[in-house]
């Protein structure tokens, strides 16, 4: 049965107006910053705005995932999809330029890639008219008034998967929550990752009924074999020393995590810290500041080796967080020390690191609260903290392989979201088919 459209006499289509009104007063302003931001935003920029060549007419799979870390959390349904659905397309959509060099880098040409439009009335039925998808699929907890409503028309099937909403965006979203309850109502279904984001998007106004808890796709991640030799590799290139890992980090972590770096080099002299920053507009700043500061860096994307004298090795590279992951000891996992909200702790988990991360940790926070409970991770506040921690786990190799162990096996005891989501979609496709 198609989802019903929510009415608010008066109110539904007028407050989506006005939030329409609000984006095409803004899309000037979007558009340069677009411009601005280099030259892998600039390119296909009309694909934002919709103008895409027409599709050939056969059955096609949309599905949305914005960056890097929605297109990593999305590839275990990716290539269900692609076994199980061969007679259709599957198109992705990205946000940013680095999802979308993630994606070739993890399927190539099996996936047809464009970049999400704009939330704009005219655009949207631009892209799905051009597009003509079967079903959409939208990771995490992108919830977009006008795309929702223009598929809930068409009669095209929607789901919210891996959906995600913390109390923090639940309130943002409470400020507007006609125009949020009238976009909820579009979902023909929606996989939530918990029973509190199932019971905070209920109350925004998602149906009961259609809202399933599924768990979190990110516990579905695999680790290659060919990963780990190429870990292994790169880990006796390093040497024997002390090896730590900060993984996508952003700006206003850096001086602490440097900070906590130097007093773990007062009790391990050999001790090298392997930061890599979110993201690549950073990469330059930062090597010239590390530099400024008297570091002795290496950089990855320089191929510059990693001597004995090395204290850190920048990771400005992408797509390789988790080959760099997997060669170090202890994990700290970034955007978590500052307001971001924290990144995936999941993918050192699963490697068997230990694992720490900051306070600022919403984004993730049954996951940190599942990693906490069972051993696996830590919560440091400052760098007097981490570097007490990261220095304890290199001077117990013991407690370091006990500890990541017991974050593994977190990962191992939550699989099988990726199978609850199939099976979501497959009853979709099942009760929309032709």
């Known amino acids: ?145 006008n795309l929702f409503h223009a598929c809930a028309r068409r009669g095209i099937p929607l789901l919210l998967v891996n959906a995600r909403l913390s109390a923090r965006s639940a309130a943002g979203y409470r400020r507007v929550r006609r125009l949020t309850a009238a976009t909820l109502s579009c979902l023909d279904a929606l996989a939530a990752q918990g029973r509190a984001d199932a019971e905070r998007l209920i109350a925004l106004g998602a149906a009961p009924d259609r809202v399933q808890v599924t768990g979190n796709t990110k516990f579905d991640v695999t680790v290659p074999a060919s990963l780990r030799e190429r870990a292994e590799v790169l880990r006796r290139e390093w040497g024997l020393r002390h090896v730590w890992i900060a993984g996508s980090t952003h700006e206003g972590e850096d001086a602490v995590l440097l900070a906590a770096h130097r007093r773990l080099r007062e009790r391990f002299p050999d001790a090298l810290l392997v930061l890599v920053p979110r993201h690549p507009e950073r990469f330059a700043p930062l090597a010239d500041a590390l530099r400024a500061e008297g570091w002795r860096l290496a950089r990855r994307s320089a191929g510059e080796a990693v001597a004995a004298e090395t204290e850190v090795y920048l990771g400005d590279t992408m797509g390789e967080l988790l080959l760099l992951y997997a060669a170090a000891d202890v994990a700290f996992v970034g955007g978590s020390l500052v307001e971001v909200g924290g990144h995936n702790p999941l993918e050192p988990a699963a490697l068997g690191l230990p694992v720490l991360f900051g306070p600022h940790h919403f984004n993730f926070e049954e996951i940190s609260r599942l990693l906490r409970e069972a051993g696996g991770a830590r919560e440091v506040a400052d760098a007097e903290s981490l570097a007490r921690e990261v220095g304890e786990l290199f001077a117990d190799p013991n407690r370091r392989h006990a500890w990541g162990e017991q974050a593994r096996q977190v990962v191992a005891a939550n699989r099988g979201a990726r199978d609850r989501v199939l099976a979501m979609i497959e009853a979709v496709l099942l009760r929309t088919a032709p």
Request: avoid cysteine.
């Open 1 to 145: 049965m198609r989802a019903a459209l929510v009415q608010y006499p008066g109110e539904g289509p007028l407050v989506r107006g006005l939030y329409s009104l609000v984006l095409y007063a803004l899309a000037p302003l979007v558009l340069l910053r677009l411009l601005l931001r280099g030259p892998a935003y600039r390119r296909r920029w009309r694909e934002r705005f919709g103008y895409v060549p027409p599709l050939a007419a056969r059955p096609r799979i949309w599905l949305h995932a914005v960056s890097v870390g929605e297109v990593q959390a999305a590839s275990p349904l990716i290539q269900a999809l692609l076994q199980r659905h061969p007679d259709h397309e599957l198109l992705v959509t990205t946000t940013t330029p680095t999802g979308s060099a993630q994606l070739e880098k993890l399927f190539g040409g099996r996936v047809r890639h464009l970049y999400m439009p704009y939330d704009l009335p005219g655009v949207v039925r631009r892209f799905l008219g051009r597009v003509r998808p079967r079903l959409v699929l939208i990771m995490e907890t992108e919830i977009w008034p």
